[in-house]
Every structure is written in structure tokens, then in C-alpha cells.
């Protein structure tokens, strides 16, 4: 099953560093295919850390997620957190 979701990036950075890398971890952490880029561009890989980081999306920017396989809810649903989280409030306890 294919969801797509668009959603308006909350964190003051934008998505690199911190909310980039929790980004990437629940993308590999979920068993679907995860694509991400601007919602007028093309999509890259959400599992690379390079690709996410070099969509240059920032604070107030959208950005398209489309997931393809059993946890694809579950995935946006946890990318949507993420990016709608301010930065000083996201929690990324890696354990």
C-alpha cells in the first residue's frame, strides 16, 4: 500500500542535524520504502542521511513523504512527529 503525505517542517534548523538524523533512524527502523523531497521536486531516498539533508528544506517548508509497503502509516505517522517537533522538544533516544 502507497500513502503520501505533505507536511510543514516545524523544527527552527530545519531538516538537518538532529531532526534529519531521528528522521533517517524511524525510516530504517519501519519496513517500508520511504521517499521524501519538495512537494514540486523530485523525491530521494529517506534513508540516506545525504539525500534528506540535501533537499536544503528548511523551517516552514513543505515537504512530500510517500511510503510504499506494511508500515507505511506507521512511518509517516512517526516522520510527521518529527517534523512537526520543535527541535528542542524532539526526542531521540536511540534505545
Not at 523525491?43 to 513543505?62: E, F, K, N, R, Y
Request: charged letters at 25%.
Amino acid at each position: 500500500m502507497t500513502v503520501e503525505r505533505t507536511v510543514t517542517v516545524v523544527p527552527e534548523a530545519g531538516l538537518h542535524a538532529r531532526p534529519a538524523s531521528a528522521f533517517v533512524q524511524a525510516v530504517n527502523d519501519h519496513e517500508a520504502e520511504v521517499s521524501a523531497g519538495r512537494p514540486d521536486g523530485d523525491l530521494v531516498q529517506a534513508a540516506s542521511m545525504i539525500a534528506i539533508t540535501s533537499l536544503g528544506v528548511g523551517q516552514g517548508d513543505d515537504i512530500k513523504l510517500v511510503a510504499d509497503g506494511p508500515d507505511a502509516e506507521a512511518v509517516l505517522d512517526e516522520l510527521e512527529r518529527i517534523l512537526t517537533t520543535p527541535e528542542g522538544e524532539l526526542d531521540t533516544d536511540d534505545g
